[in-house]
């Protein structure tokens, strides 16, 4: 049964392992709660722009509108800054200020060749022009082949056919629907700890020991100088446990123990491209903080009204 | 596969699958799913519905006035009813529905009219009565295609056929029905955020998670090899057989997996999205191909509080095409007996279902029209309340010569019964 450890937990660290515009990598000293808190708020309440509601003017394509606005909305567009935009729902309702809640983005292609065209993100236009780093727009995508620009397909028009809408983006979060989810990938894991029994570990002939190290799928084992077995790269470790099963047909179940290390988690995010990786953690922290602020603002009314 | 190129245009998905235990909404064969995988597209189908509606040479008079036609809908004038108007606004100005436009139940999408015959053929001034298509469908309907086809006939007229595609995009919900191809079918019992679901240390998370339970006595091996292979084939980039006659071997396909960082019986360690704990046991998981079955929830969800009443019987009508009643049959009756719950018994089989007051003459205990019993000649009629039904069965017993006497008892003198 999981208990917090408030004498532990009063020290929070994070190194950063890996970090670059897709991916960072960190790890997190601290109290599983709160990690696996911070690895929630990322997935879900992260606020990024995605396309909402879809005018649809003309569209003859093969997909049908309904088809067509799910494929644009979960288009990511890069929301740096989603931040100065409001929710739909916090605008007043009677100024409505379409700058401030969202963007509009056009889409008018039609096909006049007899070759099928393909629509991608690259045809969506902004409707207020808005330049720079700060602008709201579909990310870029490039090909793996020969590293030219290649937008995001969303459909394929043959000879004469017509697309023509209008995409409204707004600003939302991935609990209301997965396209304004700003993650690919937000996982943790426990890094294990691996405990050998020196004793046994004598015993072994050295053939065993090979057998042991060659084991592991992740090559967590190796030989040291004294042609001992040594954990060399315990943050591969996946507990497969092949190396226990291996220890038990030598007949030594005891040989190798492994754990899980408490309060230190290995986090990995990876970002669908809306904001970079190390962005998404900021944010998550911060809307984490508020949520806590919010309760203990509650609290400390409760309090004052006990008081009374 | 091959033979009928199965590969290449599938029905279906690989739902990435963790066959688990969850939440208990999973029990008796339901899955959970993952919301995030259905905002994405998966399991996500349209379903289209055909209509024809034709014009008619009428057989009386073949003459090209007394044809059906299509008429534009009627224009908005101040004493129009809104209500009236409101039925016609997916229709275009040449009476026929406009592709895109949304059809709810009670909508006209063919304006069609049917001129009707006088018995004087002469008369120029012909009677014309409304015929229209209305949308029969409970959910509403987007128009997909339009098709107006002119048939000549006998060379001579021009007959409109006009056919309507209607097309609905829907997401998987609570009760659709999903099934792999091994027979092992459920429906959606729970449907879980992202976060919320299991996930493993390299970011995996399942699409849908099916209770173990479904093995054991289904001994569907087939499906074990297919969740097996296809992490491999998913891993090499290479299509497997998990048939269980022949396919790949499993100790193999076990042995790959180990070289590739997986235990070898496709297990993996999940940690539960909603405590961050690792999960005690390893997790059975991997790609199965799944598909949506037809029945669909949204094609069977039916309630009515008021609604149609069988002529007969005066009781509500059956089914849902009908927007029939539920019925208490038998068997609940007699729920409702065991609890005791007589006031909700009377109250479902009589109040809500065919209440009829009648007059009964106490003499001869029959059914009279009004206060009177000029048979008898007294006054001593009395109003009761009974179903209707039962009224009708003593009257169809009164065809038959078979009396059934009613014997009228004041309710203060009513013996109470006791079991002995």
């Known amino acids: 049964m999981y208990k917090y450890n408030f004498e532990q937990n009063t020290q929070h660290r994070i190194e950063i392992l890996e970090l670059n515009d897709e991916k960072c990598k960190f790890s997190f000293e601290g109290d599983l709660s709160i990690a696996n808190a911070i690895r929630r708020v990322m997935i879900a309440e992260v606020p990024v722009m995605a396309i909402h509601f879809v005018d649809i003017i003309e569209n003859t394509s093969p ?75 579909p990310v870029r995508m490039f090909s793996p082949i020969n590293g030219k620009e290649v937008g995001i397909p969303i459909t394929r028009l043959g000879k004469n056919q017509s697309v023509h809408v209008r995409c409204h983006a707004l600003k939302g979060f991935g609990k209301m629907h997965a396209k304004w989810s700003p993650i690919n990938i937000a996982t943790f894991r426990h890094e294990a700890e691996i405990n050998m029994d020196q004793t046994q570990l004598q015993s072994l002939s050295l053939s065993e020991k090979n057998a042991i190290r060659n084991s592991c799928p992740m090559n967590v084992f190796a030989m040291d100088a004294n042609q001992d077995l040594i954990v060399n790269a315990i943050e591969k470790c996946v507990f497969c446990e092949e190396c226990i099963r291996s220890a038990e047909s030598m007949k030594k179940p005891r040989l190798i123990k492994m754990q899980h290390k408490k309060n230190k988690y290995i986090f990995t995010v990876e970002s669908a491209g809306q904001l970079k990786a190390a962005e998404i953690v900021q944010k998550a922290l911060i809307v984490l903080r508020k949520k806590v602020d919010e309760i203990s603002q509650d609290l400390n009314f409760a309090q004052q009204q006990q008081q009374i | 596969m091959e033979a009928v190129n199965q590969h290449r245009l599938p029905a279906g998905h690989n739902a990435q699958v963790a066959v688990m235990s969850y939440s208990c909404y999973d029990i008796e064969d339901a899955l959970i799913m993952n919301k995030s995988s259905l905002d994405r597209g998966f399991g996500r189908t349209a379903v289209y519905k055909k209509s024809v509606t034709e014009c008619e040479i009428n057989q009386r008079n073949k003459e090209s006035r007394f044809n059906e036609r299509i008429d534009e809908p009627p224009t908005k004038t101040h004493n129009t009813k809104k209500k009236f108007i409101k039925k016609y606004h997916a229709l275009d100005s040449d009476g026929i529905t406009k592709v ?86 459920g429906v959606v019992g729970l449907i879980v955020n992202q976060e919320d679901m299991p996930f493993n240390e390299r970011g995996w998370c399942p699409d849908l998670i099916m209770n173990p339970h479904g093995y054991p006595s289904r001994m569907t091996i087939a499906k074990l090899m297919e969740l097996l292979c296809g992490k491999l084939g998913a891993l ?85 095409a009908k927007d029939g009643g539920q019925r208490i049959g038998e068997m609940e009756r007699d729920c409702f007996l065991a609890y005791g719950a007589s006031n909700l018994l009377i109250e479902r089989l009589l109040i809500s279902s065919d209440p009829f007051n009648v007059y009964v003459c106490e003499i001869c205990g029959m059914f009279k029209s009004d206060s009177v019993c000029r048979g008898c000649n007294t006054d001593k009629v009395y109003q009761i309340r009974l179903p209707y039904c039962c009224k009708l069965l003593f009257q169809e017993l009164l065809a038959m010569n078979i009396k059934p006497k009613l014997q009228l008892v004041p309710s203060h003198e009513r013996q109470e019964y006791t079991m002995n």
């Open chain 2, 100 to 185: 895109g436009a949304q059809l709810h139940h009670g909508d006209i999408y063919v304006n069609k009219k049917t001129p009707q015959v006088p018995d004087n053929p002469q008369i120029e001034n012909i009677q014309i009565a409304d015929t229209p298509s209305v949308f029969k469908e409970k959910w509403p309907y987007t128009v997909d295609r339009v098709l107006i086809i002119n048939n000549t006939n006998d060379g001579t007229e021009k007959i409109k056929t006009v056919k309507t595609i209607f097309r609905q995009i829907r997401r998987p919900e609570f009760g659709d029905k999903f099934s792999s191809r091994h027979g092992q079918k």
């Open chain 2, 236 to 320: 090499e980039g290479k299509f497997k057989y998990g048939t269980a006659f022949g396919g790949e071997n499993v100790l193999q396909v076990g042995e790959e997996l180990l070289k590739r960082g997986f235990h070898y019986q496709g297990k993996d360690c999940l940690i539960s999205g909603i405590t961050g704990e690792y999960m005690e046991c390893y997790v059975y998981q991997g790609p199965i191909f799944y598909q949506r079955l037809k029945h669909m929830v949204i094609d069977k969800i039916h309630a009515r509080a008021k609604g149609p009443m069988e002529k007969l019987t005066r009781q509500p009508v059956e089914g849902r």
């Open chain 1, 63 to 137: 997909l049908s509108d309904e088809f067509l606005a799910q494929r644009l909305g979960l288009i990511p567009l890069v929301s740096s800054a989603a931040d100065s935009k409001m929710y739909d729902w916090e605008a007043d309702a009677d100024s409505i200020d379409d700058q401030k809640t969202k963007v509009v983005f056009t889409l008018r292609q039609k096909n006049l060749n007899d070759a099928p065209l393909e629509i991608t993100s690259q045809h969506l236009e902004p409707e207020f022009g808005q330049v720079g780093e700060m602008a709201i727009r």
